[in-house]
């Protein structure tokens, strides 16, 4: 089966910057995507890596190391804006077929 | 294009009655993905669309489920003798790829409350 870990909770300042970490367990990996969503919104992508290192969308980074299993997402010059859950999920095949994974989240909350 | 829209938004309905929603996933996209979403969990994907075919359906898909895409475009998701846990968000979401496909468009989602 698939397993996603990630903290439940994070706290940060705005204007600071912030880590969530999400280590993964699958077979037939293929990427790992970020998705953001708000309380009582529709989860909006964020990134997608399929190779190993950092993709850079302005204020956000993602970053992925297959042989770790494990990649993070980094939100920087912190908004109030940002408070969300923040999901990974993991692409994956498995009896030909592709499929995806979503972790559990990490609600962020960014206070003045 | 307006995005991926659901309907209705809010269900409430009695255990033991059948509700059906549809999904109108954005026009020119070949993927359709239904999932359930719970208080403080992630989207748990249930079953999704290539075109007209139903390529894969989750373990969770109990038999009362069911979904169907006729001619590829909307899609539609009925649970018969609904359960008071299948009360959750449902949501849609569609993409366009012919192989490995990365972004996943969500609609709003409808929620669905079994009294």
């Known amino acids: 089966g698939q397993s996603l870990e990630q903290p439940s909770e994070v706290t940060a300042v705005e204007g600071a910057i912030v880590q969530i970490n999400c280590t993964y367990q699958t077979s037939g990996f293929y990427g790992l995507s970020w998705y953001q969503q708000h309380d009582g919104g529709a989860p909006t992508f964020l990134s997608y890596n399929a190779l190993d290192g950092l993709e850079e969308t302005g204020r956000f980074s993602s970053f992925l190391s297959r042989s770790d299993s494990y990649g993070y997402l980094l939100l920087q010059e912190l908004q109030m804006k940002d408070s969300a859950s923040y999901f990974c999920a993991v692409r994956f095949t498995s009896g030909g077929y592709q499929k995806v994974t979503f972790g559990t989240g990490t609600k962020l909350q960014v206070i003045p | 294009d307006t995005g991926v829209s659901q309907n209705p938004r809010h269900k409430i309905t009695k255990r033991g009655q059948n509700v059906t929603f549809r999904c109108d996933p954005i026009s020119e996209h070949n993927r359709l993905y239904w999932y359930r979403q719970t208080l403080g969990q992630g989207p748990e994907f249930l079953t999704y669309f290539q075109n007209e075919a139903q390529l894969e359906k989750s373990r969770l898909l109990s038999d009362r489920f069911s979904a169907e895409r006729p001619k590829g475009s909307f899609s539609t998701l009925e649970i018969q003798r609904t359960e008071q846990g299948d009360s959750a968000m449902y949501l849609c979401?569609?993409?366009f790829g012919q192989g490995v496909d990365n972004e996943q468009y969500f609609g709003p989602g409808t929620r669905l409350t079994v009294t």
């Open positions: 979401a569609s993409s």
